[in-house]
């Protein structure tokens, strides 16, 4: 996320503690999708994903007299919604779906991507192998990293980790990536960086 959605993030938070009932609305609307990619990412039931977030922002609407100030609203709704999420889906983990679905979080296909050449095809083929031989932890790093643009302390709010932590795991995905997507030693993690911007930032699909 920029620093200029983050910065319009803050200021809607700002203007809901202050009284303006429609703020967190326009919050909910700017964030939504967002929030619901990481969700789907990271427990792939779509109804329970919609349902935690609408449930997420009913109840700071509920709060709205006891919330406290929040300095980073893009980390805590991210937070939030991990911890909510997590939950839900450990109460229901005898249904099938879920329990298939969730063995592996933040798994990606080719169809999740979008492609306008054979090179950017070779490219997505290549990016989706290489994910899959990533951990889910580094997966999910690297969602937060390159698709939803958080700092690194961001980043350990939401995976509740120190910042040192977050930084090695994000090493040693990059590492691993540039490994399997069979990048030569010309190309650095660097580059291997600017292929998942792309397209997590414009090539990615909404479910």
């Known amino acids: 996320m920029t620093t200029q959605n983050k910065n319009w993030d803050n200021s809607l938070w700002n203007k809901f503690q202050q009284g303006d009932n429609d703020a967190l609305g326009e919050l ?31 109840d700071l609407w509920s709060r709205k007299e006891k919330v406290k100030e929040i300095a980073n609203i893009n980390a805590y709704l991210m937070v939030s919604l991990r911890r909510e999420l997590l ?26 991507f979008i492609i306008g050449s054979e090179t950017e095809l070779e490219t997505r083929n290549k990016l989706v192998a290489g994910l899959r031989h990533l951990t889910s932890r580094q997966r999910e790093v690297i969602v ?25 795991l994000l090493f040693r995905a990059l590492e ?24 997590f930032k414009e090539k990615i699909k909404f479910s």
């Open 176 to 199: 691993k990536l540039r490994e399997e997507m069979n990048v030569g030693d010309s190309v650095d993690k660097q580059d291997v960086g600017l292929v998942l911007f792309a397209f």
């Open 87 to 112: 939950r839900r889906a450990s109460k229901i983990r005898t249904q099938t779906d879920l329990d298939e679905a969730s063995s592996q979080y933040f798994t990606f296909s080719s169809e999740d």
């Open 28 to 58: 909910f609307q700017e964030r939504f999708r967002e929030l619901y990619f990481y969700g789907l990412k990271l427990v792939p039931v779509a109804e329970l994903v919609k349902d935690t977030i609408q449930d997420l922002f009913t």
């Open 144 to 168: 937060l990293r390159f698709k939803h643009e958080m700092e690194f302390k961001e980043i350990a709010q939401v995976m509740d980790l120190n910042v040192q932590s977050v930084r090695n």
